[in-house]
């Protein structure tokens, strides 16, 4: 009797804290989400990619494919969730709407514009990996086991950028619009950058990754450490390979980029849980996307231009949406001219590098370096 008792208490412990609220969401929502994320990485490196071998075109564009649909089909349990959740306490007041299916499709339409804004935000990080692959000689074998923990990195930095983010917006509602200012003068800046390749070895986060880590001048494998014989001592020490060279360049590069892509998801909306469903969705298929972009890069040369009035546009939702009765810009006008100006930018693009071009295999690199 008394263990049943016990089991009751535990299951009603365990039960009390699943549907406690976190960010505005039960924590069991939280948990399925990050379930999900993890056996779509498990499915990829157990069962796509269990052994190394080159990403063809083909197989790029199938995979990539296949995540697209997953995170636009994300979009129903979006609604889903919405159009039975409870308004009260919510964190972002475009979604404290009349009626649920109300509330339900502005989420959905604020997850798809977030979506949007990332994947193509996220593009600007395979210009910058593809040259740094090229920098360090990074076979294409071995690309994708960087990508993959690269990854992995990824989504625990963005959680915790998001969860900061989503405090200091909490507490104090004008960040929004040193969001806008910072968003709004980063597309000015993305606009007027000319077209030119960084020099890769002159790049101040490599060269100080060099100076602080002991790095064998070949590749040993797969490996990211090896075991060697120190020139000085004779004694076996641990160096690191150019693969974890390159994988930790992955990893500060995306902190790099998540300065603009965390207060541009924020100037969407403040809902945690659609700015980090968003953003993970538009990630996870990026490492997939990765070995067809670094194939045809030059094809996309005025997108940069696209992504910068995007910037502009957002950064300036802040403002205007003071304009508004509602204090906040539509969601739906949102949406329309988020997807106008990438769709344009892209159609733009391969219209006018329709019978080829120069190679500007990460001219939006240059952006950030």
């Given at each position: ?11 009603d ?18 948990v ?8 779509l990485?498990?499915f990829?490196?157990?069962?796509v990619?269990?052994d190394?071998?080159?990403?063809g ?6 995979l ?20 039975n ?15 649920d ?19 193509t ?31 992995i ?21 004008w ?18 950058k000319?077209?030119h390749?960084?020099?890769?070895s ?51 590069v ?9 207060p ?11 700015v980090?469903?968003s ?20 094809r996309?040369?005025?997108?940069k ?14 403002f ?9 810009f ?20 391969l ?19």
């Amino acid at each position: 009797m008394v263990n049943i008792e016990l089991r009751k208490v535990d299951m009603d412990a365990l039960l009390g804290f699943l549907t406690a609220d976190f960010l505005g969401k039960d924590v069991w929502i939280w948990v399925a989400f990050i379930a999900a994320v993890g056996a779509l990485l498990v499915f990829d490196l157990g069962v796509v990619n269990r052994d190394d071998h080159e990403i063809g075109v083909k197989e790029s564009l199938g995979l990539s494919a296949f995540y697209i649909a997953i995170g636009l089909g994300f979009a129903g349990v979006v609604w889903s969730l919405y159009n039975n959740a409870s308004p009260i306490g919510s964190i972002d007041p475009q979604l404290l709407a009349v009626t649920d299916a109300e509330r339900a499709w502005t989420a959905v339409q604020l997850y798809l514009t977030g979506f949007a804004v990332e994947k193509t935000l996220a593009l600007d990080n395979v210009f910058v990996i593809s040259l740094v692959f090229t920098y360090l000689a990074i076979p294409r074998l071995y690309q994708h086991r960087v990508l993959f923990w690269g990854i992995i990195g990824v989504i625990v930095l963005r959680a915790l950028m998001i969860g900061l983010g989503a405090a200091l917006v909490s507490q104090f509602s004008w960040v929004l619009y040193l969001f806008g200012a910072f968003l709004i003068l980063t597309g000015v800046m993305m606009f007027r950058k000319g077209d030119h390749e960084p020099d890769m070895s002159q790049n101040k986060i490599l060269n100080w990754l060099k100076r602080h880590m002991n790095v064998t001048p070949e590749l040993h494998g797969n490996r990211f450490r090896v075991a060697l014989p120190d020139p000085k001592t004779g004694k076996l020490r641990w160096f690191a390979t150019p693969l974890l060279l390159a994988l930790m360049f992955v990893e500060i590069v995306d902190l790099i980029f998540a300065v603009d892509s965390v207060p541009a998801i924020f100037a969407i909306t403040t809902d945690p849980y659609i700015v980090y469903t968003s953003n993970i969705f538009a990630i996870l298929g990026l490492r997939a996307l990765f070995f067809a972009l670094a194939a045809m890069v030059h094809r996309f040369q005025y997108l940069k231009y696209a992504l910068a009035l995007t910037l502009v546009f957002i950064g300036s939702k802040i403002f205007l949406g003071d304009l508004f009765e509602s204090g906040k810009f539509p969601a739906p006008w949102s949406l329309a001219i988020t997807l106008g100006l990438i769709g344009s930018g892209v159609a733009y693009s391969l219209w006018k590098t329709r019978s080829g071009g120069k190679s500007i295999a990460t001219t939006t690199g240059a952006l950030h370096g």
